[in-house]
């Protein structure tokens, strides 16, 4: 079994920065690849980035590409978010997930066997 812990979240102005992390415990083989999600209320579970156990094969959505950063720390079984130039519309609970490398999708939610319990992230205007 694994257990995905996160931390972080918060409540930021406009512009500002800030970094979650999300620390596996567990059979950490079975966390290969890791990604951040964000949710709404009322909307479906939206990709965020994603990247492998060594941080190679990263991905980001369009909405946020250029300004979030995904890294890993495997000796310390942590993922991290880097988030920069936040904007209100950023504001959301932030999932970290986990799946094997044996999956071939990362985009969609079906792709990750285990789930955090999420992290506010507000960004006020």
């Known amino acids: 079994q694994v257990q995905l812990v996160e931390s972080g979240g918060g409540l930021v102005q406009a512009g500002d920065p800030l970094r979650l992390s999300c620390e596996a415990f567990?059979?950490?083989?079975?966390?290969?690849?890791m990604a951040w999600f964000r949710q709404v209320p009322g909307k479906e579970r939206e990709f965020v980035a994603t990247n492998i156990w060594n941080g190679g094969d990263t991905h980001y959505s369009d909405s946020v590409r250029g300004r979030f950063t995904v890294s890993r720390d495997h000796a310390r079984n942590t993922m991290y978010l880097q988030m920069n130039n936040l904007k209100p519309e950023d504001t959301a609970v932030y999932y970290c997930?986990?799946?094997?490398?044996?999956?071939?999708?990362?985009?969609?939610?079906?792709?990750?066997?285990?789930w955090g319990q999420g992290t506010q992230v507000t960004v006020s205007s």
């Open positions: 567990g059979r950490t083989f079975s966390t290969a690849r």
């Open positions: 997930a986990a799946a094997p490398l044996s999956r071939d999708g990362y985009r969609s939610s079906r792709d990750y066997d285990y």
